[in-house]
């Protein structure tokens, strides 16, 4: 699943840059938000890759602005423009101890035990009832659930994660060149943020929601997909 527009749940937000051409190594961040007329990113041909690997490479370097401008609160999330790090002194959590997972995260009825377990009782024309997983287990303890809507016409799912992140939660705000834009929304009164394409583009686009004041909903889908039915399966949510 590659999802560009998914933030850490941490407030993990070191942007990393790269993308390798005509390699097998391939990291690319294309998250944030860009000011003035500079393009957000720009190609550099070096003599060895970030790797090691043998050039010549063709990079994809990140052009950040000088002032990127300051981060954006919205209720419950942090908007970040393009290049924004937070200043010093900034202590960036570390990750919590987890033991290895004694249950099978495939098991829908170890998916159910997860306290914040949320179910969709909606379900778009076009597409099969969901299926849910925990992805994430700590002993017996679920940390993250994913439902997927399979299409029945193609090869485009609906993937929707949830789980408890740190709060506010940090959304970065895609480049003025980008094919997306971040738009304010609300769902049954609770406000959320969307991603969506830019007319005659398409890249996808996601939705997030915090339900019961600390669960995020992460929904993403191709541009094919109406927006609309993602924001009716948030709705349905219970």
Request: aromatic share 10%; glycine share 8%.
């Amino acid at each position: 699943m590659n999802k560009w527009w998914r933030i850490s749940r941490t407030k993990l937000i070191a942007i990393v840059g790269i993308l390798i051409i005509g390699s097998t190594a391939a990291i690319f961040w294309s998250q944030s938000g860009t000011q003035g007329k500079e393009p957000s990113s720009r190609v550099e041909r070096r003599d060895v890759g970030p790797s090691g690997q043998p050039g010549p490479i063709d990079v994809i370097v990140p052009n950040f602005p000088a002032d990127p401008g300051p981060a954006q609160t919205k209720g419950p999330y942090r908007l970040l423009p393009y290049g924004y790090v937070d200043p010093p002194p900034y202590v960036y959590p570390t990750a919590k101890p987890c033991s290895r997972p004694i249950v099978d995260g495939s098991d829908p009825r170890v998916a159910r035990t997860a306290k914040f377990y949320l179910e969709p009782s909606y379900t778009p024309p076009g597409f099969s009832p969901p299926t849910v997983r925990a992805t994430e287990i700590c002993g017996t303890e679920v940390g993250e659930l994913q439902w997927v809507f399979e299409s029945t016409a193609s090869k485009n799912p609906i993937e929707m994660n949830i789980w408890k992140p740190d709060l506010p939660f940090d959304i970065r705000i895609p480049p003025d060149d980008s094919w997306a834009t971040l738009q304010d929304g609300s769902i049954n009164n609770v406000p959320a943020i969307f991603l969506r394409d830019k007319p005659g583009q398409g890249g996808g686009q996601a939705l997030y929601l915090i339900l019961n004041g600390d669960t995020l909903v992460n929904m993403s889908a191709a541009s094919a997909v109406d927006f609309s039915e993602l924001v009716k399966i948030a709705s349905s949510l219970q």
